[in-house]
T-cell receptor, first 107, second 112 residues
Framework: QKEVEQNSGPLSVPEGAIASLNCTYS??????FFWYRQYSGKSPELIMS????GDKEDGRFTAQLNKASQYVSLLIRDSQPSDSATYLC???????FGAGTTVTVRA | SQTIHQWPATLVQPVGSPLSLECTVE??????LYWYRQAAGRGLQLLFY??????ISSEVPQNLSASRPQDRQFILSSKKLLLSDSGFYLC???????????FGQGTRLTVV
């Protein structure tokens, strides 16, 4: 079983809509979770870390963590064309990444 | 502030040639260090990680090796490159094993 599973996408949303990305993980002892954004041809950049159950908001991004369900999600509100990228979730266990979800925001 | 340097940015090497990619971190001590490979259109594959000088864990048996000769230096090597070694190689660092990691700019390697 993979450490991290992501809804594979790709995901296409109109400009201004909400993009919803999901991730499940297998390691019950994981205490922290990370979301990265990767533009084509570039290296991943950290956009959100979440350590506690519940929601964490940062600008247009909201991460949601449910440790009981081993589920973490990322919402992108008011999606912009500049949000078009691949989004990766990760757990600290050997810093394992999901396969990524490619998001395209249509102008 | 902490920075991570990775070079070169691009590299074209013939099959059978050696490889050496270097990564250095500034502004922190005893970081956890990681090497990843990303094939075109694929996810990140962890190759090696290190929690200290001389301490290397290999995740995937392959044609590559890693070394950490200094606290903030991580080197990825190969004695003889294969076509399948082509990809985007990324170095990353984190403060501890449970904190977020930060990536270098990556090296795009093409083996011809």
């Amino acid at each position: 079983q993979k450490e991290v599973e992501q809804n594979s996408g790709p995901l296409s949303v109109p400009e201004g809509a909400i993009a919803s990305l999901n991730c499940t993980y297998s390691d019950r002892v994981s205490q922290s979770f990370f979301w990265y954004r990767q533009y084509s041809g570039k290296s991943p950049e950290l956009i959100m870390s979440i350590y506690s159950n519940g929601d964490k908001e940062d600008g247009r991004f909201t991460a949601q963590l449910n440790k009981a369900s081993q589920y973490v999600s990322l919402l992108i509100r008011d999606s912009q064309p500049s949000d078009s990228a691949t989004y990766l979730c990760a757990v600290p266990s050997k810093l394992s990444f999901g396969a990524g979800t490619t998001v395209t925001v249509r102008a | 502030s902490q920075t991570i340097h990775q070079w070169p940015a691009t590299l074209v090497q013939p099959v059978g040639s050696p490889l050496s990619l270097e990564c250095t971190v500034e502004g922190t001590s005893n970081p956890n260090l990681y090497w990843y490979r990303q094939a075109a259109g694929r996810g990140l594959q962890l190759l090696f990680y290190s929690v200290g000088i001389g301490q290397i864990s290999s995740e995937v048996p392959q044609n590559l090796s890693a070394s950490r000769p200094q606290d903030r230096q991580f080197i990825l090597s190969s004695k003889k490159l294969l076509l399948s070694d082509s990809g985007f190689y990324l170095c990353a660092w984190s403060v501890t094993a449970s904190t977020e990691a930060f990536f270098g700019q990556g090296t795009r390697l093409t083996v011809v």
